[in-house]
């Protein structure tokens, strides 16, 4: 069966500081994968996602950055965090052949900008 | 741009009443509606698939309801249980992305 990991669970760091955050998937083959951020009490917002190995489409402009290096992993970046990147950041992924259908989520990492 | 609404109060109810939750969207017309569940720090759980030549979809106690013409989905949970009470959001498909609404928290006493 498929499963999706994220870590770290949690994450304080300070304003100005880089970020990694790392998802990956087991069980499946090319999956479309993708990056989400939900702010207290709101919806997900949708920031990256991912056909392919190094194929990356960016939904919102930002100070964050992702990456594909290989066929299950993906992964989150920021060079100089901000206060405003604080929130939980969920990835996800579905079968290539059903594009943006049914999503599968991860457990999420906290991440708390101070 | 488009705009999905769901009742932004948290919804309180009795355990073994229909809950009955209200997703509205403005200005596209999805291929597709979904409904998630997401309890708190955790991820979304999917629950539920409706196309737009649906116009009601079931599984065990939940039913969606799809009405492309008022641009409304209605999610019923019946019979309900404590163990319902979680974050509910539902998602409309648009250009081939899933956009999110905020969700509504359903509470159910026992």
């Known amino acids: 069966s498929q499963t999706i990991h994220q870590w770290p669970a949690t994450l304080v760091q300070p304003v100005g500081s880089p970020l990694s955050l790392e998802c990956t998937v087991e069980g499946t083959s090319n999956p479309n994968l993708y990056w989400y951020r939900q702010a207290a009490g709101r919806g997900l917002q949708l920031l990256f996602y991912?056909?392919?190995?190094?194929?990356i489409s960016s939904e919102v402009p930002q100070n964050l950055s992702a990456s594909r290096p290989q066929d299950r992993q993906f992964i989150l970046s920021s060079k100089k965090l901000l206060l405003s990147d604080s929130g939980f950041y969920l990835c996800?992924?579905?079968?290539?052949?059903?594009?943006?259908?049914?999503?599968?989520f991860g457990p999420g990492t906290r991440l708390l900008v101070l | 741009s488009q705009k999905i609404e769901q009742n932004s109060e948290a919804l309180n109810i009795q355990e073994g009443k229909t809950a009955t939750l209200t997703c509205n969207y403005t200005?596209?017309?999805?291929?597709?509606l979904q409904w998630y569940r997401q309890d708190p720090g955790r991820g979304p759980v999917f629950l539920l698939l409706?196309?737009?030549?649906?116009k009601e979809k079931r599984k065990e106690r939940l039913k969606v309801t799809f009405d492309t013409t008022l641009k409304q989905s209605l999610f019923h949970i019946t019979a309900s249980q404590p163990a319902d009470s979680a974050t509910y959001l539902c998602a409309l498909e648009r250009g081939g992305k899933l956009i999110f609404g905020q969700g509504t928290e359903l509470s159910v006493k026992p």
């Open positions: 409706i196309r737009e030549n649906e």
């Open positions: 200005n596209y017309s999805p291929a597709y």
């Open positions: 996800a992924w579905n079968p290539l052949t059903e594009l943006q259908e049914t999503q599968y």
């Open positions: 991912s056909v392919g190995i190094g194929q």
